[in-house]
């Protein structure tokens, strides 16, 4: 079985969450496109100026996402039990 990976995309300012909330969007529209399969795309918000949006992908697909989507980085992806 594969690896699973998160990848991950930072926005930092006033208008963080709005900004990751819409590239999620784009997440989908891109793995729809491209055909690429995930398990979840999310957004998690840390502070009123940091948040994030993730892709969770496997390991063979980490290649193509980070050549075109360039995420500023990644994580091996656990489910919490």
């Known amino acids: 079985m594969d690896r699973k990976i998160k990848a991950i995309w930072d926005f ?23 055909k690429v ?10 502070s009123p100026s940091h948040s994030i949006v993730y892709m969770v992908i496997t390991e063979p697909n980490v290649k193509k996402v980070r050549s075109l989507l360039r ?10 039990p």
């Open 37 to 46: 399969p995930f398990e979840q795309i999310g957004v998690e918000q840390y």
């Open 71 to 80: 995420p500023n980085r990644g994580e091996i992806y656990t489910e919490n």
């Open 12 to 34: 930092r300012g006033p208008s963080a969450a709005h900004t990751a909330e819409h590239y999620q969007i784009h997440l989908k529209e891109f793995a729809e496109v491209e």
